[in-house]
């Protein structure tokens, strides 16, 4: 046991990387920990298919935090966001195209109501004013009702003060946002029907819940929560996948001195008397640390790398009642050529964007509806991109990658284990997108179903959950992971969360990551100044 | 213009505008109020609905009534008795026995027990719990919520005060309740029991009169608001002696006895507005009632958009109340029987006095999943293939209802979608007494054999015949976005509707869970200071 750290921080995904780089530039020795041989969690980029680059996981950025990025100097490291152009959804003998161009969009929308094409441009604005309120509180931890600490009364009273400060209409969509479904809270602005569905997608991703299910109107905005107009607009690519964003903020760690190492496995967290001293790997190496952080989810840090002793019968309880509740799958081609939309042919710009299978609400509740009696989709909802058209090197000349986000795939199926579903899955996947884009079977090279049991494998995310668990009202700000246990301290001593599973949640953000190092450093700001 | 302008005016004779009007006549200020029907009640009512026998036509069992208006309004003086089931739940089995869930609760552990030790459990522990916690729910219940729409000065003190007896819950139970309110109830359900018939009878409360299934998030909140102030997993079973119409007809005397004028037969038409206030009523036929003061317990559509004219309201508002979600999604079947069914497993006793199994709510839809199909199905317009059954058999516990050895059914059918994709209600009214005596038929063999005669209510009948908008009985539909602050639309949601003057106390409002005369008690509170300062 020779080496000693002031934090070992159990996992190399962005948050854990993001955690590392901010303690080890205030002066904290830190050893990051990655079990696999590449660094990045689910923001990896790797070579699936020879001569093919994938974001195997993770895919597009955009809710990455703006202060990470100047504070970590990211830029300077290697990260470079491509534009992402606007949504296609392809339909039966039409389709619907948002672009990059308000203009466009705006005419694109009109052909299916004219009152849309407005309401299209209100939404928008009143969204980034919407953002513009909820955005401090990503930068800030959680306020917590049940503590009386001046410092939690006094953020209470600044969040009510600031709920004043804004009109009688934002007042309103904001209740909406917390409390509707996504498709009930975009009835009130649209009538279109493939216009609502699309939209709606963003309020289901990582939830084990329906486009008509109250709450997700809240992982809606959660969605559209990415610098709007700050350094980047809407959605994008990271050059090389989205393993360039890990490995940038990997260069920030390092730079500041942190140490990393890959396939390193953390088999136990060491405690003594109630205290986290370090952490054992699966090699029997021990390494003792004042501090451990887990970016890992609550089951894994609590129930794989602890004993039951080690924490009190309650939190083990709520640990144990933690919603994850994978719902997606991933679908990773290597294309010959590009897919051929018959609502669409040929090559063009509506390839450059995400292309979304969300042809109607129905379409989208009955693939929910499937998920709920433990089948995948029959017809999924499907997020797809060709970050080849953007970022041409990620395959050989002429050929393409393309990744299909999948939506709905539960963890856990009635019939049959995932292993012996996992073709068929892919399969349904395929069929769906033919259904538009006859000739995509004829253009694979090479196809990766992952599963969220695989998710769970490779990556570590338990049941599949791409955000660590479900973004659902009881389980966010105060009460993620666990009430009462929101401000990244656990009832181990001396042991942090630091991953997607703490305020504010998900997504290529790297938020937990900063706040958790900010708490240990114990500069948490109390109120929202980044 | 008729009428004493200080006088209020209250639309609707249901039980909670009978509530409201009890509470202003005790303060003093007693207003008139306006039925349309030939008797008071509105949904509360008994009806002859086949000669002899008489049915709860469109709420079987009351919600149960909140205990301060009970306390209050000293209804036994006004010849009210309220008979109390000894089983609240009873979850029969196509196979054997089922589960019977008694009021008392060791018996209904150890009932619990012989399905599974560890449920029996979990009861304690979830009775526990909803005991520590009774104290808060009553709070939320029978007070105004405050106004999130302006968190200053007097509603933040209002919502520091909730808080406040929140934090009287200790930290244990206080992230309890938070945790639970805005979960699915399926999950609730889970955490609480593993046998499926108990999660099912759990998510059965969660999603009653709802256009929601079970994994609908805000669903447990739904429930908690009907169980927690019992402090019991299933709400006891109290009901009128003489059908919910007996408790109407109670508050009515107890209204009038504190000076509340009730007119029967007399329709509004109109709530008149003058100089952007109220100004009174017009009545069908022409009358006219002036009255500076008006309280609907009309549902919250009638009221801003059939009663009111729309030029008096803000473009907000307007469209706030078009989005508001009114239709309803459940029918009613009542049958007349010429005898007791017989249920499978079910003692059934001498045939003079039904087995305690049938007094409570007898629920057909055994699993979470079962519930959750039959939502799927009114998700898309469609009559539940095989519906959740909520039946209660009102003559186990009043032999009075029917003539002597007969019996009266009642079963609340969910799902049934007010706006069908196909077809209309009037050619599909007989399916659902089909489909009810067919689930029946499992669990009560030969029950069709005892029909003497049916009345169904499909939604559009419970339109038409008790002016519900949408067929909705609890007058929109009680998910979290229109829920407690937000009832019926947010910045209107405490009882003042959005013209001064106007104000509301139906099921549109908070709670709104069922016959509780909650939304009654709540809004005469806020009513009162106004009239003061008006008449003042």
Sequence with gaps: ?530 | MAGDRERPIVVGAGVNGLVAAFYMGREGRAPVVLERASQVGGIAATEEFLPGFRASMVAPLAGPVTPRVLADAELAGHGLEWLESPVRVFLPSPEGRGIVLYSDAEKCAAEIARVSPGDAERYREARAALEAMAPFFVRVLETTPPAVENLSGSELFRAAKLGLSLRRLGKKNMLRALRWLPMPVADLASEWFETEPLRAAIAARGIFAARLGPRSPGTAARLLFQVAPWGDPFAPIIVPRGGMGALSEALAKAARAVGAQIRTEVQVERILVKDGRVAGVALTGGEEIAGRTVISGADPVRTLLRLIDPAQLSTGVLQKIRHYRIDGGAALVHIALDGLPRFRGLDSGSSSTAPPALAGRIQIGATVDALERAFDDAKYGRISAEPYLEVTIPTALDPSLAPEGKHVLSAWLQFAPYTLREGNWAERRDDLLQVTLRLLENYAPGISALVHGARVLTPADLESSYSLTGGHVFHGDLAMDQMYSMRPIFAHGCYRGPIPGLYFCGAGTHPGIGVTGASGLNAAREVLPDLRRGGS
């Design chain 1, 1 to 530: 046991m020779a080496e000693s750290y002031d934090v070992v921080v159990i996992g190399g995904g962005h948050n854990g990387l993001v955690h590392a780089a901010y303690l080890a530039r205030a002066g904290r020795k830190v050893l990051v920990l990655e079990s696999r041989p590449v660094l990045g969690g689910a923001a990896v980029t790797e070579e699936i298919v020879p001569g093919f680059r994938f974001s195997v996981f993770s895919y597009v950025v955009s809710l990455l935090r703006p202060e990470i990025i100047r504070e970590l100097d990211l830029v300077r490291h290697g990260l470079e966001i491509l534009p992402l152009d606007g949504t296609f959804t392809p339909l039966e003998g039409n389709y619907l195209w948002r672009v990059d161009d308000p203009m466009r969009t705006r005419r694109e929308i009109a052909r299916f109501s004219a009152l849309d094409a407005e309401a299209y441009e209100d939404f928008g604005r009143a969204m980034v004013r919407i953002c513009r309120f909820v955005r401090p509180m990503l930068g800030t931890p959680a306020p917590d009702p049940t503590r009386i600490s001046w410092g939690d009364f006094e953020q209470l009273l600044w969040l009510v003060r600031r709920w004043q400060g804004i009109d009688a209409g934002d007042k309103f969509l904001l209740a909406q946002l917390g409390t509707s479904s996504a498709i009930d809270f975009l009835d009130r602005w649209f009538e279109t029907d493939p216009l609502k569905a699309t939209m709606s997608a963003s309020g289901i991703i990582g939830t084990f819940l329906g486009v008509r299910s109250p709450g997700t109107a809240y992982v809606l905005l959660h969605h559209y929560m990415g610098e709007i107009d700050g350094t980047f607009r809407a959605w994008g690519f990271s050059r090389d996948g989205t393993g360039g964003i890990s490995r940038s903020i990997a260069g920030a760690a390092a730079e500041a001195g942190a140490t990393i190492r890959t396939e390193a496995r953390v088999a136990r967290i060491l405690t003594r008397n109630g205290r986290a001293e370090g952490v054992a790997l699966e090699s029997g190496e021990e390494i003792r640390a004042k501090t451990v952080s887990s970016s890992l989810d609550p089951r894994q840090t609590f129930i794989r790398l602890l004993e039951p002793r080690d924490l009190p019968a309650e939190f083990l309880e709520e640990v144990g009642r933690y919603k994850f509740r994978g719902s997606s799958g991933k679908v990773n081609l290597a294309l010959d050529a590009l897919p051929d939309f018959t609502c669409l042919p040929g090559v063009g710009r509506h390839l450059r964007g995400a292309i979304s299978i969300s042809p109607s609400v129905e379409y989208m509740e009955r693939a929910y509806d499937d998920a709920k009696y433990g089948r995948f989709s029959r017809q999924p909802y499907i997020d797809m991109v060709i970050p080849t058209l953007t970022d041409p090197q990620l395959a050989p000349p002429g050929k393409h990658v393309m990744s299909c986000f999948v939506q709905y795939a539960p963890y856990h199926l009635a019939e049959g284990d995932w292993d012996s579903r996992r073709e068929a899955f892919g399969d349904a996947v395929i069929d769906a997108i033919s259904r538009f884009a006859p000739n995509i079977r004829k253009i694979i090279l090479g196809r990766q179903v992952l599963t969220p049991l695989d998710i769970e494998r490779i990556v570590g995310l338990s049941e599949g959950n791409i955000f660590q668990g479900e973004l659902s009202p009881e389980q966010l700000f105060f009460q993620r992971p666990v009430g009462g246990w929101a401000r990244y301290r656990t009832p181990v001593s001396g042991l942090y969360l630091c991953g997607s599973a703490a305020h504010p949640g998900g997504g290529i953000m790297g938020a937990p990551g900063r706040l958790a190092a900010l708490e240990i450093l114990r500069q948490a700001p109390i109120k929202g100044v980044s």
